[in-house]
């Protein structure tokens, strides 16, 4: 099969949306000045080591933001946001916190989770996450199409679950969680080592 995106796929569900999985999810907390906000985002990745980077990318629109989502709003507001990594314990919080709300609704307490203060920037992090990244944005690009924007950051703190630890290791006990594409997620925790040739 072969079909160009602006063709259309002439299948019931979108595959694009499963083709790059699975997908890390970055549950991205902002601050503004409406308020706390906590949204889940699977085009998520790191980007360099040193220093450490991210990127995640946010698609759509909401009726009281026009052309983006309370997110990258907020960040074009405060230039800081917190990347939350939600384990398997967490996926039924996460997914709770995918519900469109008006801006000024906290997530946190959609999701049940407790929201405490970063240390490196102005912002709230989940502190059930098995690991949270404090990050000042350094870019937001306006993608091709509508409402899509590309979001950069450098990671000024690091907050790790103490659970999460083992022999100098980070792996969450519950797995990590991921996006298959439409209603698909999975928990990694099978995972097999390789080493690089010589």
Request: charged share 20%.
């Amino acid at each position: 099969m072969f079909y160009r995106p602006e063709s259309g796929h002439g299948l019931p569900h979108n595959p694009w949306n499963a083709i790059v999985a699975p997908r890390p999810i970055g549950w991205i907390s902002t601050r503004g000045r409406l308020g706390d906000n906590l949204a889940p985002y699977s085009f998520f990745n790191a980007t360099a080591y040193v220093p450490p980077q991210v990127m995640f990318a946010s698609t759509g629109q909401k009726r009281d933001r026009p052309g983006t989502k309370d997110t990258v709003a907020q960040i074009a507001e405060s230039r800081v946001f917190c990347v939350n990594i939600a384990d398997g314990a967490l996926r039924e919080a996460m997914n709770a916190s995918t519900s469109a709300q008006p801006a000024g609704v906290s997530e946190f307490d959609l999701a049940r989770v407790t929201a405490v203060p970063c240390e490196t920037i102005d912002c709230a992090r989940v502190a059930e996450a098995a690991a949270s990244l404090e990050c000042r944005a350094t870019r937001i690009i306006r993608q091709a199409g509508e409402a899509n924007h590309l979001v950069l950051g450098v990671v000024t703190g690091i907050h790790l679950r103490d659970d999460c630890v083992a022999s100098g290791v980070f792996r969450p006990p519950s797995g990590w969680l991921a996006r298959l594409g439409h209603k698909d997620y999975c928990i990694v925790t099978e995972t097999f080592e390789m080493d690089r040739p010589a």
